[in-house]
C-alpha cells in the first residue's frame, strides 16, 4: 500500500498468520494478559483467510520480516447510518516504535487503514484503548481521535455467554 524508506505496508496474506499470532500474543504479554491469550495460528487461518474472513490486518514489513500489525473488521453505526471499521489491535515492535527516521509506523497502519475504508465508502473508524494505557489515548487523539464518553464497553463471554445462548 506504501512505502516509508525501507518499510512496506501491505495487506496481510495467509502466510502472515506465525507473524500476526506473535504480534498479538506480544500485545498480551505488554498488557499482563498471556493467560487469557487462546487464539492459535489455526484460529487466525480460520478466521481470517478462509472462505468468510472475520477481519483484515495490515502489516508493515522490513528487510527481515513483519514488524508491526493493524488487525480490524467492519463495524456498522445504526446511528450514523454508515459502515466504518472497528480496529481490534495495533502493534509495533518495540525496535520499530517512536519518531524514527521513517515516522510513526502505528500512525502509518492507521492511516493505511483509513485509506482502505474510505475507498471502500466507510465513514469512520472506533476503537477501544486499555484505561491505563494513557500513551495509546494520547497517540489516538493526536490522530484526531475522541473518547466516546457517553460509552462503556460490555462483554458477554465464557459461562454467561453460554448459558445465555442455551437459554439457562
Given amino acids: 500500500m506504501s512505502t516509508q524508506q525501507s518499510f512496506e505496508i501491505r495487506l496481510a496474506?495467509?502466510?502472515?498468520?506465525?507473524?500476526?499470532?506473535a504480534m498479538l500474543f506480544q500485545i498480551a504479554a505488554t498488557t499482563g494478559c498471556e493467560d487469557k491469550f487462546k487464539s492459535t495460528t489455526d484460529?487466525?487461518?480460520r478466521d481470517g483467510f478462509g472462505p468468510s474472513p472475520a477481519f483484515e490486518a495490515m502489516i508493515a514489513t522490513d528487510t527481515t520480516g513483519p514488524v508491526a500489525l493493524c488487525?480490524?473488521?467492519p463495524?456498522?453505526?445504526?446511528?450514523?447510518?454508515?459502515?466504518?471499521?472497528?480496529?481490534?489491535d495495533l502493534y509495533v515492535?518495540?525496535?520499530?516504535?517512536?519518531?524514527?527516521p521513517w515516522?510513526?509506523?502505528?500512525?502509518?497502519?492507521?492511516?493505511?487503514?483509513?485509506?482502505q475504508a474510505?475507498?471502500?465508502?466507510?465513514?469512520?473508524?472506533?476503537?477501544?484503548v486499555d484505561a491505563q494505557n494513557i500513551i495509546g489515548q494520547r497517540f489516538y487523539e493526536?490522530?484526531?481521535m475522541r473518547p466516546a464518553d457517553d460509552e462503556k464497553i460490555f462483554v458477554l463471554d465464557g459461562n454467561a455467554f453460554t448459558d445465555l445462548a442455551q437459554n439457562k
Avoid: E
Fill in 13 to 21: 496474506q495467509k502466510d502472515d498468520v506465525p507473524a500476526i499470532h
Fill in 43 to 45: 484460529d487466525l487461518a
Fill in 71 to 73: 488487525l480490524y473488521f
Fill in 75 to 88: 463495524s456498522y453505526s445504526t446511528f450514523r447510518g454508515q459502515a466504518g471499521l472497528y480496529i481490534q
Fill in 93 to 100: 515492535a518495540p525496535s520499530h516504535r517512536g519518531a524514527k
Fill in 103 to 115: 515516522g510513526s509506523l502505528a500512525r502509518n497502519l492507521v492511516q493505511a487503514v483509513a485509506k
Fill in 118 to 128: 474510505h475507498a471502500q465508502g466507510k465513514t469512520y473508524i472506533r476503537l477501544s
Fill in 142 to 144: 493526536k490522530l484526531g
